[in-house]
């Protein structure tokens, strides 16, 4: 949620900070602003819309210098409006400052600062940290690097809340500072040039090496040198770490949008989440990243689950899928209510935060609640570099690569992949026999060509999608752990085609959802050839009688659902605690193709952001 980038070296920084951002834009994308330092003066271009207008802005009035940093939006206080957008200057106009994250106490220290003579030209939370810090550094009097940093701690001190902030000051030049708390910030070191980000992949085409930085963290960054240090002022222990993704990964090569490009890498990306993680011989699942021996996992009676979005809806299928293999009751928590609620949980609790960035502020919270109750606490996350991974007790990667679209592809096949494991892991330390175990792996072994084979059907339900792209109103419906994938593909299309879509167990229908059938309302049913598929065929019945169009995603072979359904989508027969993994895919190309059909944009729809890094 908002994206920095810094640069502070040799080079122009307009088309490295640009650049930056562009890479960053799935972060925020409602305004975005550059602050560039040279001789004594900053210079700031700020432009509503996307980076390209903050480009085009920039090229109508150019502006140069080696030393700047810039920021791309998502608001959280405040208008989309240029005066909101960031940089944000203090009161001298000679601090520019910018900042991901919420001030929570922003208002009573605006309060404060006006009583005092400051007048605020915005409505953010941000621009009372630069007032704040410019007051500090103004009323020191040391006009140097030292005491800028020393106004910064000052400043931080004072404010309750969430930050990752880049700040440049025109009497300090050739120096960035950067901060954090709650909010991620890297640090990457070139010959002769620094980057600040808070995200790597957008300084990835400049450096392998990079630093990341921990919360309460001060860093100070010069063309030839940096220092780390934290907040109250003690010395910090930092790690150089190399990049593990390249540029390219963050791109969209031959594809139209991010979004098809990670549909589309889902045969590797589950395989991924497998990779090395099954021993046919043990005939079980090897999860070393768990830290736990098989003793501790066997003493596990309960689990829960936690995650936000596509994550939360992961969590919902794990739930059916540990049940089914492993036998081990499993509760699914939105982070967002884990957080505050005062969950019972028994000592014998595991407890796994699911995330794709390992940012998210309410997942990362839930985490912290969890295990400030003395829960062992795992992650499932993807972002090797987040919080999630750093402050977990362990946990299991997905190596997915760098999942740009913001509305989340292969991430979620990459978490049911993993939830698989989990259920053949302890299954196996519990009643599964080797026999099964062997059963088990034989079966996702085959799930990358499954999936390949699932993707071949992009063309007809592009014309599905052609179809349906005018419906106001969509249902989805699933029965079992097909329920949480139509949850998912009324999330996918709402969120990028703004189409009204919500998602239900298929027999709820009965008992209020079908008030909403019309000829105009199409039901998409998952119901593949499982324990239920006859009850399914019932509900489709129940639809068609009241004239609904109905789409099915059924199984290869099947011949019932063509002879009621208006349009039928047939994925690969797979095991039913395998399936949510590949019937997710039609919808999500599904949504993909409407939105395209409807002209949305789909990497980047309206009021959303990929990170959500505020509560
Ligand atoms: C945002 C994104 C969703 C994502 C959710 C959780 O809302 O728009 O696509 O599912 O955050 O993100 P996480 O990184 O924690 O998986």
């Not at 940089?87 to 106490?105: A, F, K, T, W």
């Amino acid at each position: 949620m908002c994206g920095i980038v810094g640069y502070i070296g040799r080079s122009e920084a307009v088309p490295v900070l640009l650049d930056g951002l562009r890479r960053l834009e799935y972060r925020g994308y409602d305004s975005a602003g550059v602050a560039i330092l040279n001789g004594g003066t900053i210079e700031i271009r700020k432009s509503v819309g996307r980076i390209a207008n903050l480009a085009d802005c920039v090229e109508a009035h150019p502006v140069h210098g080696q030393t700047g940093i810039s920021h791309t939006r998502w608001a959280t206080h405040g208008k989309v409006t240029q005066e909101n957008a960031h940089p944000h200057s203090d009161q001298s106009g000679r601090l520019s400052l910018v900042h991901n994250g919420v001030i929570e106490n922003y208002q009573k220290l605006r309060e404060q600062m006006s009583n005092h003579g400051h007048t605020f030209v915005s409505q953010t939370d941000t621009e009372v940290l630069a007032h704040l810090i410019g007051g500090e550094f103004d009323r020191a009097g040391q006009r140097d690097k030292a005491g800028l940093v020393e106004a910064i701690r000052k400043a931080l001190g004072q404010v309750i809340g969430t930050y990752g902030i880049a700040v440049l000051h025109a009497d300090v030049p050739g120096v960035i500072v950067g901060a954090r708390r709650g909010s991620p910030l890297v640090l990457g070191i070139g010959s002769h040039e620094h980057f600040l980000a808070s995200d790597v992949s957008a300084i990835a085409a400049h450096t392998r090496e990079v630093v990341y930085l921990n919360d309460y963290e001060i860093v100070v960054l010069q063309s030839d040198q940096f220092e780390i240090s934290t907040v109250s002022g003690s010395g910090a222990n930092f790690q150089i770490s190399k990049v593990e993704f390249s540029a390219e990964a963050a791109d969209k090569g031959s594809f139209p949008h991010f979004m098809l490009k990670e549909i589309y890498e889902q045969p590797n990306t589950v395989r991924d989440a497998m990779r090395g993680r099954l021993s046919a011989t043990e005939a079980t699942a090897k999860l070393g990243g768990l830290e736990m021996t098989n003793g501790e996992l066997r003493s596990v009676d309960r689990i829960v689950l936690i995650g936000c979005g596509t994550a939360f809806h992961a969590a919902l299928a794990g739930e059916y899928l540990i049940e089914s293999l492993a036998h081990v009751p499993v509760e699914c928590e939105f982070a967002s209510e884990f957080r505050y609620r005062n969950l019972p949980l028994e000592r014998d609790t595991l407890a796994f935060v699911i995330s794709q960035s390992g940012e998210t502020a309410d997942t990362l919270a839930a985490m912290r609640e969890s295990q400030r109750k003395g829960h062992r606490t795992l992650g499932i996350c993807n972002n090797v570099a987040s919080t999630i991974a750093r402050e977990s007790d362990g946990g299991v990667y997905m190596h997915a690569g760098p999942e740009i679209g913001v509305a989340a592809t292969k991430s979620f096949t990459s978490q049911l992949t993993i939830m698989a494991l989990l259920g053949l892991l302890l299954g196996r330390i519990r009643h599964l026999s080797h026999a099964e175990g062997r059963t088990i792996i034989a079966e996702m072994e085959k799930l990358p060509d499954l999936v390949a084979k699932t993707l071949e059907l992009d063309a007809p339900i592009k014309k599905i999608a052609q179809k349906y792209a005018r419906s106001k109103n969509f249902l989805f419906l699933g029965r079992q752990a097909n329920y949480p994938v139509a949850l998912e593909g009324a999330l996918k299309l709402k969120e990028i085609s703004y189409i009204s879509s919500s998602g239900y167990p298929s027999a709820e229908l009965k008992h209020g959802v079908i008030a909403l059938i019309t000829e105009e309302t199409p039901s998409l049913f998952i119901a593949p050839q499982d324990a239920v598929f006859d009850k399914s065929i019932s509900n489709i019945e129940e639809v068609k009688a009241r004239k609904g169009p109905v789409i099915a995603v059924g199984t290869e072979g099947d011949t019932s659902l063509a002879k009621i359904c208006d349009d039928v989508i047939l994925i690969p027969e797979s095991p039913d605690y395998l399936t949510p993994i590949l019937s997710v895919i039609p919808l999500q190309l599904l949504a993909y193709h409407i939105a395209v059909a409807l002209g949305c944009d789909v990497d980047k729809p309206r009021n959303l952001a990929k990170s959500v890094t505020v509560e």
